[in-house]
């Protein structure tokens, strides 16, 4: 008996055209149809992949590919998590940080060809406030430029470049008390951020040795520094070598608790979320069963 399988396609993450036009025909031309019988449905609005994939699990569909970003992915894994469900992921978002560290290519074809294979394996994911990330979690000043970016009239690469100059000019820091591995630390920060895996996204690592099957966190904190030395700082990401410079500090947990003076920007998986003061982070292992490409 062929495996029920539902392609998941959000038309505005990536190339509209290639969404809507392409990648079906893609789909088609090499799913293995002798192993799987597919369907494709597409968002319409965000929060539509929850309803989507709320509707596969009713109809018995044990396979769900989520083509789109780490947003798009956060949406159907909230619904799936601790479940006998398979997602599998066509990466097409603007960062795809939980599908690159997965080892996914950004290759459609070769990426339908890793999901006939259906190799699969459980990884950890981490929640808050009864939701959960995959990737990761952040405070600050990645989470403000997330903001200005998606209320912005300029879009790619040069509307982000903007959005982060603008939150660097803007942006105060962050007065926090954190929990961590019994220890309470306080302070002024830039940006603090709870990595499930490796990625922010755009293969850049600000957790360059994270794993998503260790039951595990990295608590990255970047306390507040002189504007001017922001592009050598991004420079040691990059490098991965700013675990050496003393303005980042690095923790690894199985639960955080996070409290601000004041309400902070918040981002999950790279979508904006409402601001919040209070955090409290904790790992939840191999509660996902993922495709992971050979």
Same mark, same amino acid.
């Given at each position: ?21 392409? $990648? ?12 799987? #019988? ?10 539509? !992949?929850v ?7 009713? #109809? ?14 956060n ?9 006998n ?13 939980? !599908? ?5 290519t ?20 981490? &929640?808050?406030? #009864?939701?959960?990330?995959? &990737?990761?979690?952040g405070l600050?000043?990645? !989470? ?23 939150? $660097? ?23 603090? *951020?709870?990595?499930? *895996?490796?990625?922010?996204?755009? +293969?850049?690592? $600000?957790a360059?040795? !994270? ?23 991004? $420079?040691?990401?990059l490098?991965?070598?700013?675990? %050496? *410079? ?6 690894i &947990? ?7 003076? #004041? ?9 904006a979320?409402?601001p919040?003061?209070?955090? +409290?982070?904790?790992?939840?292992? %191999? ?6 490409? &050979?």
């Amino acid at each position: 008996m062929r495996k029920q399988m539902l392609f998941i396609i959000n038309p505005v993450s990536g190339t509209r055209k290639f969404l809507k036009k392409r $990648l079906p025909r893609i789909i088609k031309r090499i799913i293995d149809t002798e192993r799987f #019988e597919y369907q494709i449905r597409y968002t319409q609005y965000k929060g539509h !992949a929850v309803v989507l994939a709320k509707t596969a699990i009713e #109809e018995g569909i044990g396979i769900i590919v989520m083509a789109g970003g780490d947003g798009s992915i956060n949406e159907v894994a909230n619904v799936i998590r601790d479940s006998n469900i398979i997602l599998g992921i066509i990466p097409v978002g603007s960062g795809n940080g939980l !599908a690159r560290h997965l080892g996914y290519t950004m290759n459609a074809p070769r990426t339908i060809k890793a999901i006939n294979k259906l190799k699969t394996g459980k990884i950890d994911i981490c &929640s808050y406030d #009864e939701r959960i990330f995959c &990737s990761n979690a952040g405070l600050g000043f990645d !989470a403000l430029v997330i903001r200005l970016f998606d209320t912005s009239r300029n879009r790619g690469f040069f509307g982000y470049a903007f959005s982060v100059l603008k939150g $660097l000019i803007m942006f105060p820091g962050i007065q926090y008390e954190i929990k961590v591995n019994d220890q309470v630390l306080k302070g002024k920060a830039f940006l603090i *951020s709870a990595c499930n *895996s490796n990625q922010v996204g755009y +293969n850049v690592k $600000l957790a360059p040795y !994270a794993s998503l099957q260790d039951g595990l966190m990295d608590l990255w904190i970047l306390d507040k520094f002189p504007r001017w030395k922001a592009p050598f700082l991004f $420079l040691r990401v990059l490098r991965k070598t700013h675990f %050496k *410079s003393p303005y980042f500090k690095n923790y690894i &947990s199985k639960r955080i608790e996070i409290k601000t003076i #004041e309400k902070q920007y918040f981002q999950v998986d790279g979508e904006a979320r409402n601001p919040v003061d209070y955090l +409290n982070i904790c790992v939840i292992p %191999k509660a996902l069963q993922v495709i992971i490409p &050979s």
